[in-house]
């Protein structure tokens, strides 16, 4: 339901400016700004109408389900695009899992479907600390394949690399890097 905005701009005024307007030119002159109201009211009305999904305009149907995480095909009518969007939006409210997969298997396959849930058959067993491959390398030291290649290792069986120099033909030793370090980093100052 839109508001006439010319006849309750008419009707605010004071009446004495009302009792004038024995022509009608007053309120035709509102009549101007009633209109551009008038309009401004559907746009905002539109634009609350556009956030759900039952009233909004075609070409919002899919970037509501992107809000929710579902693709939208666009090209389908608009009846479509909003079941989907809905069943999506019921399936991502729902509690637990059977009935979400259920419902999920059943709208992709068309097929009447029954969940069988094989998680009381699943066996286990306790944790054994030895059976944590980080426990029993913690104190091994790391290497690294070849440097800033990003590859750590804590097998014992590669061997343990130094820094080289290439340039000079040498390797880098801490004791090197600590008697002169503006050899190896190419500045005097050392290490900025």
């Not at 004791?175 to 050899?183: F, H, I, K, S, T």
Request: net charge negative.
């Amino acid at each position: 339901m839109s508001t006439n905005f010319t006849d309750f701009l008419y009707k605010n005024l004071p009446g004495l400016y009302r009792d004038k307007d024995e022509s009608g030119e007053l309120k035709k002159f509102l009549q101007l700004f009633g209109t551009s109201f008038e309009e401004l009211e559907q746009s905002i009305t539109q634009l609350n109408d556009d956030l759900f999904v039952e009233r909004s305009r075609k070409e919002f149907i899919h970037l509501i389900g992107k809000l929710i995480g579902v693709e939208v095909d666009a090209t389908l009518p608009a009846r479509i695009q909003r079941d989907e969007v809905r069943a999506a939006f019921a399936l991502y409210r729902s509690k637990g899992r059977k009935q979400p997969i259920q419902s999920y298997a059943e709208q992709q396959t068309e097929v009447p479907v029954t969940v069988v849930d094989f998680s009381q058959r699943v066996s286990q067993f306790q944790f054994i600390e030895g059976l944590n491959p980080v426990f029993a390398h913690r104190d091994q030291p790391v290497v690294e394949e070849t440097g800033g290649s990003g590859n750590f290792y804590f097998f014992q069986d590669r061997a343990i690399v130094p820094l080289y120099d290439a340039e000079n033909g040498r390797p880098i030793t801490r004791q090197a890097l600590e008697q002169n370090p503006a050899l190896y980093l190419g500045t005097e100052n050392g290490f900025s």
